[in-house]
């Protein structure tokens, strides 16, 4: 494993290959590694280099919506980093709480780690409830024009509370978590989102083919067909 000079921890993985931020790579020993099994892939930068900025309720599908466009994004080519709350709250943000203000940093750090990435290009997939419209266009504020693209994920809280894998809607119900968005804090719906996905009631194919449709009429990608 390496680190280039742009932080980043690389090399090959059992024959593939991947790249984590160097804060994950602790005595020679990678402790979170990304990776992917494209072995003779030839990586080359997109035409454009953006922020995927997905944004929904927990449970609305943001992580396994961003890591399967990575996927897609990747057969192209295309050099991609996701960002969500497993690779970022364990290092970049792993002194930050749950409060108001914290998240607030949470989201500022995102947003800044996000631009030198697409600076470099490489195209950025965050995943992240960002409840709060401030905090969104702070973030988009921090990106020339067009380069964040904001995806809400469009899905009841019911359907999120029956998805509930981890059990936090239950806790928070109960009184267990304090300040949970959907339940005991709003989540502000984005007022003019670049796409809307509505995954309470599209597959993951269908909600991939929304994502990637968008890319390629927006320039961010080539049309395979």
């Known amino acids: 494993v390496e680190i280039d000079r742009f932080g980043m921890a690389f090399g090959s993985v059992e024959g593939g290959f991947g790249f984590v931020p160097a804060y994950s790579v602790l005595g020679g020993e990678v402790l979170c590694f990304e990776y992917w099994d494209f072995p003779n892939l030839s990586v080359v930068v997109p035409l454009v280099s953006v922020v995927l900025w997905f944004t929904g309720l927990s449970g609305s599908g943001k992580s396994s919506l961003a890591h399967c466009v990575e996927e897609k994004l990747h057969k192209r080519g295309c050099r991609t980093m996701v960002l969500d709350g497993d690779n970022v709250r364990h290092g970049l943000c792993g002194d930050l709480g749950f409060s108001d203000k914290d998240r607030k940093e949470n989201l500022r750090r995102i947003g800044e780690m996000s631009k030198l990435f ?14 709060f419209i401030e905090d969104r266009d702070k973030v988009r504020g921090l990106m020339p024009h067009g380069d964040f693209i904001e995806i809400f994920l469009d899905c009841s809280i019911g359907i999120c509370e029956k998805r509930d894998v981890k059990g936090l809607y239950k806790k928070a119900r109960k009184g267990e978590i304090s300040s949970f968005t959907g339940v005991s804090s709003p989540y502000e719906t984005p007022k003019n989102p670049d796409l809307v996905v509505h995954t309470g009631s599209l597959t993951l194919d269908e909600s991939v083919d929304m994502v990637m449709d968008m890319l390629v009429d927006r320039g961010v990608i080539d049309n395979e067909n």
């Open 118 to 131: 697409i600076e470099a290009g490489i195209m950025t997939l965050t995943a992240f409830i960002s409840p």
